[in-house]
């Protein structure tokens, strides 16, 4: 059975950095296409990046030079670095695997003024 678990969240200041992890099993994990979300209460889940099969990186406009996403396919490990957070990023950060349309539980990222 195919489960992700993210952890990593936490509260921060305005300008901290977090690093999301989002751990992989029950799958060859390097095949897949997966995509950080994230979802703010009453708001509808939006894309934050994405890292394509064939390792293209796709990033929202609104953390793009600020998030990073990557893999370690030999861990089965999704990360999301996260530089110069603003209070807007406050929100439940979701890992996402399109291959089998699953999603982790969330975490959630709380960015102080």
């Known amino acids: 059975q195919v489960q992700l678990m993210e952890s990593g969240g936490g509260l921060v200041q305005a300008g901290g950095s977090l690093r999301l992890s989002c751990e992989v099993s029950?799958?060859?994990?390097?095949?897949?296409?997966m995509g950080w979300y994230r979802q703010v209460s009453g708001k509808q889940r939006e894309l934050v990046a994405r890292?394509?099969?064939?390792?293209?990186?796709e990033y929202a406009d609104f953390v793009k030079g600020r998030f990073a996403i990557s893999r370690a396919n030999f861990r089965n490990v999704l990360y999301l670095q996260m530089n110069g957070l603003k209070p807007e990023d406050t929100a439940v950060y979701y890992c996402?695997?399109?291959?089998?349309?699953?999603w982790g539980q969330g975490t959630q990222v709380t960015v102080s003024q």
């Open positions: 029950g799958t060859r994990f390097s095949m897949n296409a």
């Open positions: 890292i394509t099969a064939d390792e293209r990186l």
């Open positions: 996402y695997s399109e291959f089998f349309d699953l």
